[in-house]
T-cell receptor
Framework: NAGVMQNPRHLVRRRGQEARLRCSPM?????VYWYRQLPEEGLKFMVY????????ESGMPKERFSAEFPKEGPSILRIQQVVRGDSAAYFC?????????????FGPGTRLTVT | TQLLEQSPQFLSIQEGENLTVYCNSS?????LQWYRQEPGEGPVLLVT?????EVKKLKRLTFQFGDARKDSSLHITAAQPGDTGLYLC????????????FGKGTMLLVSP
């Protein structure tokens, strides 16, 4: 009974490169959430997706960031032209049903370092 | 914007002591979750409380949701080194789909 899986666990990118973070939700979960955790700032919501749909992207920067959750395959958080300020831990969470959207199960995270 | 304030920010105690950490807000939440996060890992869901005044127990951990659903507390009895970690509270405004608002957490260190 695998939990939420994220890869890679660690990612190093130089300024200007692209970062792709992957998330496979728990089996049977069709709701995916992405969060960013900066030191001293706590977890901040970025985007909420269901299969093939972005439901809420109110927490995601308008430029350089995008997310998708295709019909087949993992959810992807994509950061183009990374800058040092993008260095953070990015967590994905999933939940089983809309009625229980508040019960979110987190993956181990991807730690992005921009040099 | 709903804000969750957690206190204390950091707590260092000896094994066997009791402790309480708090999560407060001026906003009303339909549910509140407590998570524990260890270094290098993702938050692990401990409990969800949904009813004002609700008390839930998980072994040595007791969680309480305030009557007005604006605050919560976590009490640990006879703390053990394995309890060490960052304790996060998170609130949901709506039942069903709702983004979670997280507090900054209480870092607990339990020394043997």
């Amino acid at each position: 009974n695998a939990g939420v899986m994220q890869n890679p666990r660690h990612l190093v990118r130089r300024r200007g490169q692209e970062a792709r973070l992957r998330c496979s939700p728990m089996k049977g979960h069709s709701h995916v959430y992405w969060y960013r955790q900066l030191p001293e700032e706590g977890l901040k919501f970025m985007v909420y997706l269901q299969k093939e749909n972005i439901i809420d992207e109110s927490g995601m920067p308008k430029e350089r960031f995008s997310a998708e959750f295709p019909k087949e395959g993992p959810s992807i958080l994509r950061i183009q032209q990374v800058v040092r300020g993008d260095s953070a831990a990015y967590f994905c969470a999933s939940s089983p049903r809309i009625e229980q959207g508040y019960e979110q199960y987190f993956g181990p995270g991807t730690r992005l370092t921009v040099t | 914007t709903q804000l969750l304030e957690q206190s204390p920010q950091f707590l260092s105690i000896q094994e066997g002591e009791n402790l309480t950490v708090y999560c407060n807000s001026s906003s009303v939440f339909s549910s509140l979750q407590w998570y524990r996060q260890e270094p290098g890992e993702g938050p692990v869901l401990l409990v969800t409380v949904v009813t004002g005044g609700e008390v839930k127990k998980l072994k040595r951990l007791t969680f309480q949701f305030g009557d007005a659903r604006k605050d919560s507390s976590l009490h640990i009895t006879a703390a053990q080194p394995g309890d060490t970690g960052l304790y996060l509270c998170a609130g949901a405004v709506n039942s069903g789909y709702s983004t979670l608002t997280f507090g900054k957490g209480t870092m607990l260190l339990v020394s043997p």
